[in-house]
């Protein structure tokens, strides 16, 4: 499942920079710190004019409205919605220090908000931290719910039955 994710998001990060566009402006807030985990999704993911706000289709909106509505994610109608999403979920996949898609992400007005549970506070504060440093977010409330995981214990041997013969 990992694998298939970030496959997507390397996917789709490919997707917008094989995206050509005219618009040389670029952000210095664009993608800092973002996609450090893995060379494929840094390689992909420098801010670019090829992968800037700019470049996003409305094509590319509609088909990341269906996957977020796949994951039980809200996209509100504008296109800066659609594409904040993008880079918020690119980002988490990449990021070591974020459980991947156990983190529910809604997009409404450039408002963001985080949903889901993770296993520690350092998870917790990883994932709004990207999603602040994003470009075009306004606000990110972060509603995620910290459970760490159940500790493994070890295997407890099964006791065989005894069935009684008459």
């Given at each position: 499942m990992?694998?298939?994710?970030?496959?997507?998001a390397?996917a789709?990060?490919?997707?917008?920079g094989?995206t050509?566009?005219?618009n040389?402006n670029?952000?210095?807030?664009?993608?800092?710190?973002?996609?450090t985990?893995t060379?494929?999704?840094?390689?992909?993911?420098?801010?670019?004019?090829?992968?800037?706000?700019?470049?996003?289709t409305?094509?590319q909106?509609?088909?990341?409205?269906?996957?977020?509505?796949?994951?039980?994610?809200?996209?509100?109608?504008?296109?800066d919605?659609?594409?904040?999403?993008?880079?918020?979920?690119?980002?988490?996949?990449?990021?070591?220090?974020?459980p991947e898609?156990k983190i529910n992400?809604?997009?409404?007005k450039n408002?963001?908000?985080?949903?889901?549970?993770?296993?520690?506070?350092?998870e917790?504060?990883?994932?709004?931290?990207?999603?602040?440093?994003?470009?075009?977010?306004?606000?990110?409330v972060?509603?995620?719910k910290?459970?760490?995981?159940?500790k493994?214990?070890?295997?407890?041997?099964?006791?065989?039955?005894?069935?009684?013969?008459?």
């Amino acid at each position: 499942m990992r694998t298939m994710l970030l496959g997507l998001a390397t996917a789709m990060i490919v997707s917008l920079g094989l995206t050509a566009c005219t618009n040389t402006n670029t952000n210095s807030n664009t993608n800092r710190n973002a996609n450090t985990a893995t060379p494929e999704a840094a390689a992909g993911a420098k801010a670019t004019p090829e992968n800037s706000r700019g470049s996003y289709t409305e094509k590319q909106a509609q088909e990341e409205r269906e996957r977020a509505k796949a994951n039980k994610e809200t996209i509100g109608d504008t296109l800066d919605d659609a594409w904040i999403h993008t880079k918020i979920v690119a980002k988490l996949i990449a990021n070591s220090k974020t459980p991947e898609r156990k983190i529910n992400v809604d997009v409404v007005k450039n408002v963001v908000t985080l949903r889901g549970t993770v296993d520690s506070a350092e998870e917790k504060t990883a994932a709004e931290k990207v999603a602040k440093d994003t470009d075009g977010v306004k606000s990110v409330v972060n509603q995620l719910k910290v459970a760490p995981p159940p500790k493994s214990s070890p295997a407890k041997t099964a006791t065989p039955k005894t069935t009684k013969s008459y």
